[in-house]
């Protein structure tokens, strides 16, 4: 199964700093269709994850675009441009490319 | 809208089955495909299986032996079915829309 490697686990940010989160996979992702089916997702505490980023770099309908996504082939990040107290909570990427899908581990994001 | 609303008995005890269901609306199971995702308390996401929009299923490799998903389009609903349940089976399991939408997870305490 494909493993991907989160880092950091744990990010400690002040309000309006600007962020990343790395995700390396143990293979390439790109599928032989063309597309890269890695995605991004975001768990507040308590609640259920909620989608970001789809296909690398696609914003979900809905969400803020100070979240932006990027990378090809094995190495992917997630950039929060200012964050702000609403995006405190655990970030996972997810791949789909290979069968069966895999989570990464997740960063949580906390307040500095 | 889309929904998803999983259901299901909150405990179960060990190596009986676990039985859960997810009741979609706002689209059909015959365009899209759900996934089952499950947390342990504290703990990150593990991708369990999917059904696919087309009947076709695929899931973890570390649950294959255990776990059979299934589904009935006539009732919007797919089907987990989950044997020989462990302590570390408990969680909180959710039903998505290929990670775009999800539902509000149902919690399964395996006790005795």
């Known amino acids: 199964d494909v493993v991907l490697t989160q880092t950091p686990p744990t990010l400690s940010a002040t309000i309006g700093q600007s962020v990343s989160i790395s995700c390396r996979s143990s293979?390439?992702?790109?599928?032989?269709?063309?597309?890269?089916?890695l995605h991004w997702l975001l768990q507040r505490p308590g609640q259920s994850p909620q989608l970001l980023i789809y296909?690398?770099?696609r914003l979900e309908s809905g969400v803020p675009n100070r979240f932006s996504g990027s990378g090809s082939g094995t190495d992917f990040t997630l950039k929060i441009s200012g964050v702000e107290a609403e995006d405190l909570g655990v970030y996972y990427c997810?791949?789909?490319?290979?069968?069966?899908?895999?989570f990464g581990a997740g960063t949580k994001l906390e307040l500095k | 809208q889309v929904q998803l609303t999983e259901s299901g008995p909150g405990l179960v005890h060990p190596s009986e089955t676990l039985s859960l269901t997810c009741t979609v609306s706002?689209?059909?199971?015959?365009?899209?495909?759900v996934y089952w995702v499950r947390q342990p308390s504290g703990k990150g996401l593990e991708w369990m299986g999917r059904?696919?929009?087309?009947?076709?299923?695929s899931y973890n490799s570390a649950l294959k032996s255990r776990l059979s998903i299934s589904r009935d389009t006539s009732k919007n609903q797919v089907f987990l079915k989950m044997n020989s349940l462990q302590t570390d089976d408990t969680g909180t399991y959710y039903c998505?829309?290929?990670?775009?939408?999800w539902g509000q997870g149902v919690m399964v305490t395996v006790s005795s």
């Open positions: 998505t829309r290929a990670t775009r939408d």
């Open positions: 706002g689209f059909s199971l015959t365009g899209y495909s």
């Open positions: 059904m696919r929009y087309n009947g076709d299923t």
């Open positions: 293979q390439s992702l790109l599928h032989s269709n063309g597309n890269t089916y």
């Open positions: 296909l690398v770099s």
């Open positions: 997810v791949q789909g490319t290979h069968a069966p899908d895999t």
